[in-house]
């Protein structure tokens, strides 16, 4: 039973952009607060942005003032823009719901030149 949905990983050149995409259900969506994580290799995992169902952002150090994220509450899409990439930034990410353990199955965002 897939409820979240990622899309819109690639790979991009340092400096570059790429927005990614999280199709989730609606009973999901409408309750949660959602939330993008990632994880490179060797590293622990990491909570990159969050908002909540009325809109309230909150963002990890490391990507704040580059990354946005944004709710489509029509299209029960969560979505990231992330801006200014640094070959850092490269890792599996993921979207989903925290405070009920429920991520997706990740997205692949590598930023090398």
């Known amino acids: 039973q897939v409820q979240l949905v990622e899309s819109g990983g690639g790979l991009v050149q340092p400096g570059g952009s790429l927005r990614l995409s999280c199709a989730a259900s609606?009973?999901?969506?409408?309750?949660?607060?959602m939330a993008w994580s990632r994880q490179a290799p060797g590293k622990e995992r990491e909570l990159v942005a969050t908002?909540?169902?009325?809109?309230?952002?909150n963002y990890g150090g490391s990507v704040k003032g580059r990354f946005t994220i944004s709710r489509d509450n029509a299209k029960n899409t969560v979505s990231l823009q992330m801006n200014s990439l640094k070959p850092e930034d490269t890792a599996v990410y993921y979207c989903?719901?925290?405070?009920?353990?429920?991520w997706g199955q990740g997205t692949q965002v590598t930023v090398s030149s």
């Open positions: 989903g719901a925290p405070n009920i353990m429920t």
């Open positions: 609606r009973s999901i969506f409408s309750t949660y607060i």
């Open positions: 908002i909540t169902v009325s809109g309230t952002t």
